[in-house]
């Protein structure tokens, strides 16, 4: 019977007893989570803050095994290795579970205001006008240089001859002097004025169309009650009265504000909606949705009721958009019923050449109208705000 023999293979003897490398790692995590077991010792050798050392290490072997056999596999370095990344896990899930959720609740005040520093700005303008005169009298003397050649001789070195026609250029030197004076006298009695009237234009429509006793009687029941602050106010006035807006990209951040003249006699009802939530400053009724640089704002007002506002339309309007800035109308296909009773306007920014203009105009910004040019940098392409515009205070004035 043939024996086995192990020296007909080509490696030695000794590999038979080697360990793979994923057989000793999963020794290794072995006896590392044994050692982790151990509670109290690793608390009476170890640190809770660190990871330990390879001292340390071997001191906590000893105290578990003693000198045994398990105690010099557990010596080795993949072991100590393997123990410190499964201690570090360790305090890493100790350190989250102490953790504790903490809310602020104190108020961070942002010093961060938009200001204008006028005292400066006042300064830089003087600077440049002081600037732009010293560079006009430098230009002046410049010009009086260029004209004596840099030179000044004040002395007649030749004699003058007398000319044949001497006497005759001293007489047309009088009536030039005498013409002169005269056409000076004119243009002191002249005033500024330019007469732009052109024949084959139409006559322009006053800025203000006349009303009459009829209209002041008809919508006598819209007109708001006499302001106590202003005792003179005529039935005119109170036909088509004046509101104010105060505009603010933030409650910190006032831009300033529009006044705004509304037509009774074109829409009643929507008038008398306007004039209610200026009197009672109903700000939170008034809200700007959408800004068209290059046409209009678009703003939305939130009656008391849904049916607030029907049939309002009663009278063709007296404004021309086509002429006039800042203009306040309504879409025509609105002028029976507001969908969803939510009145939606807008507000020009420019005059509006489309003919026949289906809106129905029922107001204009009397002042403010530069700060509409302001409000035009907050807009888009396609509507969408770029910083969101509100009215913090509204009243009426008229």
Request: charged share 25%; glycine share 4%; proline share 5%.
């Amino acid at each position: 019977m043939n024996s086995f023999n192990t020296r007909q293979f080509t490696h030695s003897e000794f590999a038979f007893n080697t360990l793979s490398n994923t057989a000793r790692e999963m020794r290794a995590n072995r006896l590392a989570t044994d050692l982790l077991r151990h509670e109290e010792h690793i608390s009476r050798n170890l640190s809770e803050r660190r990871s330990p050392t390879y001292g340390e290490f071997r001191k906590l072997v000893r105290d578990v095994h003693g000198q045994s056999s398990v105690a010099i596999q557990a010596r080795q370095v993949n072991v100590y290795e393997s123990f410190k990344n499964l201690h570090r896990r360790r305090m890493d899930r100790n350190i989250l579970k102490n953790i504790k959720s903490s809310i602020i609740t104190k108020l961070r005040v942002n010093n961060n205001t938009n200001s204008l520093d006028f005292k400066s700005m006042y300064g830089g303008l003087a600077l440049k006008r002081d600037l732009l005169r010293n560079n006009l009298t430098l230009l002046c003397r410049m010009n009086g240089i260029y004209r004596v050649k840099g030179c000044v001789d004040s002395f007649t070195h030749e004699p003058l001859l007398p000319s044949a026609n001497n006497l005759k250029l001293k007489q047309d030197a009088v009536v030039l002097i005498n013409a002169n004076t005269r056409l000076g006298c004119r243009l002191l009695n002249a005033k500024s004025k330019v007469d732009t009237f052109n024949p084959w234009r139409p006559a322009s429509t006053p800025e203000h169309p006349p009303v009459n006793n009829k209209l002041v009687q008809k919508y006598s029941s819209y007109m708001p009650i006499p302001l106590d602050t202003i005792p003179r106010q005529s039935p005119i006035q109170l036909l088509r009265p004046i509101i104010y807006y105060d505009l603010a990209v933030r409650p910190q951040q006032f831009l300033g504000r529009i006044c705004i003249q509304l037509y009774t006699e074109v829409s009643p009802e929507v008038v008398l909606e306007f004039v209610r939530l200026a009197t009672e400053n109903d700000v939170q009724a008034h809200k700007f949705t959408r800004i068209f640089s290059d046409l209009w704002l678009e703003g939305q007002l939130m009656p008391s009721s849904k049916d607030a506002l029907k049939d309002h339309h009663d009278h063709p309007s007296p404004l021309d958009a086509s002429r006039r800035k800042g203009v306040l109308s309504y879409s025509w296909n609105h002028r029976q019923r507001f969908p969803n009773g939510l009145l939606v306007y807008t507000i020009s920014f420019k005059t509006l050449a489309v003919k026949p203009l289906n809106r129905v105009c029922f107001g204009v910004v009397m002042k403010g109208l530069r700060l509409l040019e302001i409000c035009r940098d907050f807009g888009t392409h396609r509507g969408t705000p770029k910083k969101r515009l509100e009215i913090v205070k509204c009243g009426l004035l008229t």
